[in-house]
C-alpha cells in the first residue's frame, strides 16, 4: 500500500482518485483504535451458558446484560415457505426461522457460539449458513451443508464487535440469497453499545419473478433477471409495504433511534437515506469507524450499516434506498411514525 | 339373493383389487439408456469428462407398493427391525406399519417411496439382481429430452420443481414427463439415490485435499462448474453433497440399473 501511495503521489492527476483511496485504505489499516487481532485484546474465559434470544424484523433482542464471556446457545431453522411478497404476488421464499430476514443474533465480543443449524423436513433443497462475523473455513457454510430433515453442529468464537451478515452458502448461493435467506447477526462490543430508546431491524433484499412487479398470484425465481441483475422488487424486511402504515416503526420527539440495516442483496447496493431524517452517527460499514451527520449511507450487498437518529418533530420519516426508482416503483420504503409535540424551532410549515 | 350378490360383489371387488396390486408389483420394466459422453458438473482430477456404456433402468423410481414386498421378504429392512447405522429414525416413517403401507396411505401405494436410506435403496437393487445408477449413468439418463413437453425448457420445468416445498402427498410414478429413452419421472416427482452420491467432492471425508478441493459454498462452487447459469444441476450436486449414506428424506427415493 505504502509503495503504490508513493508512486501516485508522483503520478499525474489520473492518479488522485487512486491515491485517495490508498491513503483511506492505509489509514484504515493503521488506525491505532483498531484491533486488528482482538483474540489477543479480549477476555475469552467463559463464564456459564446462555440461549441467545432471537427476534424477527424489525424487533431486536434486548441488550446484552452479562460483562463477560458465555457460551452462547444459538439454533436456526431452514425453512421453505409461500408468502405474500406484494399485495397481489406471492412468492417461495427460502428462509432463516420463516421469516425473511432470519432470525436476529445478539451475542457479545468474546462469546463462544455454539450453533445448530436445522433443515425442516418438508425442504426440497439442502441448506447451510455462512455468518459473516466467523473467521473459518466458509464462515460456518463448511460445517453446515444440511439435508432436509437434518441438522449440523458447530462453534465459533465471536473476536470482533460488529454487525454482519449470515446467509445460506449451498450452491447455486445467489438463487438462494435471492429466495430471502440471509439475518443479521450483532457482536456487542465488550462495553456494549450505547443506550438508545429504540432499536430497530431492517433488511433489505432484491427480488426476480417471472411476472412483473405484483402480478396477481404465486411468481416463480426468474434466473434472466437475477443475471442480468434487473429486479422487480427492492424490498425492506421480504415484503412490500412490511414496514409502512400500521406497521410502521415508532418513536416521540426527543428519543433516539437506532437502526440494524443489513443488505442481503443478491445484487443491489443501497444508497440508504431517511426522507425527513439525517443520520446523525453511522457506524460506517457497521464496523467500528463512526461518521456523524450523515444524509446517505451505502450498504453493499452482504454488508450492513448503524445509524442513529434524534427525532426532532412529529412527521413520517421515509427510509428509502435512494437509487429512487427502487423506492417509487420496487418497494424500497419503511417508515418511522414520529409523534409528540411541534417543535418550531426545528421545523414549521409557514402560510 | 341379497346375500349372494354381496359375495359376488365382494368377490368382484377383491379380484379388481388383486388385478390393481398385480400390475402396481409386476416385473418392473427397464429401458434401454444409449452410451454417451458425460460431462459432470464439478470438474477435478477425479471428474473428468466420461464415456458411459449403454446400461438398462428402471422406467420409474421404486414404489411404495414395490417397496413392501422387498421389506417382506427381508426382515432386516423392516421399520422397527432395520440398524440405525444403515437408516435413521425417518426410515419408511410415512408407513402405517413394519409390513403395512396403510389403507389411509392407499393413495400412496403407486407413487415413489421415499423416506429410504442409501444403504435400503442399494439392498433392494441387489435384491432384484440390480444396482443403483452411477451419478454419471443417473445425470445421462436426466438429460434425455423429453417427449410432448408442455413446459419452455426443461431447465425451467426442474427449477420450478426444485423451488416448491415438497408436497404433502407425493403423486404417482409416470405423472410428470417421458424422456427420449422411456424413462418417467427423472425430474419433477422426488430426489433419487446415486451409487455414488457424494463422490463427486472426492473423498467423503477429505473436501479440502489438493486438486479435488471444491467449495460448493460462496465463489468457489464457481470455479469449476461445467456451465454456471445451469443453476438446476448446480442445487442436484449441492444436494447430493450433503447426504450421508443413512439419511432418510420424505423427497428422495430412487431407480436401479442392469449394466
Known sequence: ??????????????????????????????????????????????????????????????????????????????????????????????????????????????????????????????????????????????????????????????????????????????????????????????????????????????????????????????????????????????????????????????????????????????????????????????????????????????????????????????????SIFRAFNKGAIAQIKVTGAENPSVYQKLK | MKYFLSILMATVFFCTVQAQQKTVVSEKKMVTVRGGNYKPFFISKSNRPVYVTSFRMDETPVTNAEYLIFVKSNPRWRRSKVNRLFADTNYLRHWKNDLEIGVSNKIIYNSPVVNVSWFAAQAYCKWKNKQLPTVAQWELAANGSPKDFKYKSLTDFILDWYTKPSPRVLPHVKSTYQNQYGLYDMHGLIWEWTFNFNSFAASPDSRRNGEDDFKNFCAGGAINVADKTDYAAYLRYGYRASLKGNYCISSLGFRCVKN
Open chain 1, 1 to 322: 500500500m505504502i509503495q503504490i501511495s508513493k508512486k501516485s503521489i508522483f503520478s499525474i492527476q489520473m492518479f488522485s482518485v487512486l491515491l485517495m483511496f490508498s491513503v483511506l485504505f492505509f489509514s484504515c489499516k493503521s488506525n491505532p483504535g483498531n484491533s486488528d487481532d482482538g483474540s489477543n485484546k479480549i477476555d475469552t474465559t467463559l463464564t456459564g451458558t446462555v440461549s441467545a434470544e432471537l427476534t424477527f424484523a424489525p424487533n431486536v433482542p434486548k441488550p446484552i446484560a452479562y460483562t463477560s464471556p458465555k457460551k452462547v446457545m444459538v439454533q436456526l431453522e431452514a425453512i421453505e415457505k409461500v408468502m405474500p411478497i406484494s399485495d397481489s404476488s406471492e412468492y417461495t421464499f427460502w428462509t432463516f426461522g420463516g421469516h425473511v430476514p432470519g432470525n436476529f443474533i445478539r451475542v457479545r465480543q468474546g462469546d463462544l457460539v455454539d450453533f445448530t443449524l436445522k433443515n425442516a423436513p418438508e425442504s426440497k433443497m439442502t441448506h447451510s449458513i455462512d455468518l459473516h462475523a466467523v473467521i473459518g473455513p466458509g464462515g460456518g457454510a463448511d460445517a453446515t451443508s444440511t439435508a432436509p430433515g437434518q441438522s449440523t453442529h458447530f462453534q465459533f468464537r465471536a473476536l470482533h464487535p460488529g454487525l454482519y451478515v449470515y446467509h445460506c452458502a449451498t450452491g447455486p448461493v445467489p438463487l438462494h440469497i435471492a429466495n430471502g435467506m440471509y439475518g443479521l447477526i450483532l457482536v456487542e462490543p465488550q462495553g456494549g453499545m450505547p443506550k438508545v430508546d429504540h432499536e430497530y431491524y431492517l433488511m433489505q433484499g432484491d427480488f426476480y419473478t417471472k411476472g412483473k412487479y405484483d402480478a396477481p398470484g404465486l411468481q416463480d425465481f426468474d434466473e434472466t433477471k437475477a443475471l442480468s441483475e434487473n429486479p422487480d422488487y427492492v424490498l425492506f424486511n421480504g415484503r412490500v409495504r412490511s414496514t409502512t402504515g400500521a406497521n410502521a416503526l415508532t418513536a416521540k420527539v426527543g428519543e433516539t433511534v437506532r437502526l440494524y440495516v443489513g443488505n442481503g442483496g443478491p445484487n443491489l447496493v443501497s444508497s440508504f437515506h431517511a426522507i425527513g431524517q439525517l443520520f446523525t452517527k453511522v457506524y460506517m460499514e457497521a464496523g467500528s469507524e463512526i461518521n456523524r451527520d450523515v444524509q446517505t449511507t451505502l450498504i453493499p450487498s452482504g454488508g450492513a450499516t448503524i445509524v442513529e437518529m434524534k427525532m426532532q418533530v412529529p412527521e413520517v420519516i421515509n427510509l428509502v434506498d435512494h
